[in-house]
Nanobody, 118 residues
């Protein structure tokens, strides 16, 4: 499984960014695609995920500001981020999993840096 991310960068507080992640290789069509992030000195945390059927979940810190979506035909997941603030600064990783919960991950992207300046 290969996951290739794009769309990170530097943005000012209040700005927006859109991340994309395309998955390739062999994997079950029934899967969960998600975004995690890791800030310096902190543990990696789940930001949002989405099932093939479109069921979504979000961390409390991004709810109402971030929107996750996917294109099943392209095996691609997106993360639209709005109202960004410096606390959102982190490396964002795309993830492909067989199911929600720990232990089901089958692939990670290389990470893309998101930096929000104050």
């Amino acid at each position: 499984v290969q996951l290739v991310e794009s769309g990170g960068g530097l943005v000012q507080t209040g700005g927006s960014l859109r991340l994309s992640c395309a998955a390739s290789g062999r994997f079950p069509s029934s899967n969960v695609m998600g975004w995690y992030r890791q800030a310096p000195g902190k543990q990696r945390e789940l930001v949002a995920d989405i099932t093939r059927g479109g069921s979504t979940s979000y961390s409390d810190s991004v709810k109402g500001r971030f929107t996750i979506s996917r294109d099943n035909a392209k095996n691609t997941v997106y993360l639209q981020m709005t109202s960004l603030n410096p606390e959102d600064t982190a490396v964002y990783y795309c993830n492909l999993a067989l199911s929600r919960g720990a232990g089901f991950s089958i692939g990670w992207g290389q990470g893309t840096q998101v930096t929000v300046s104050s």
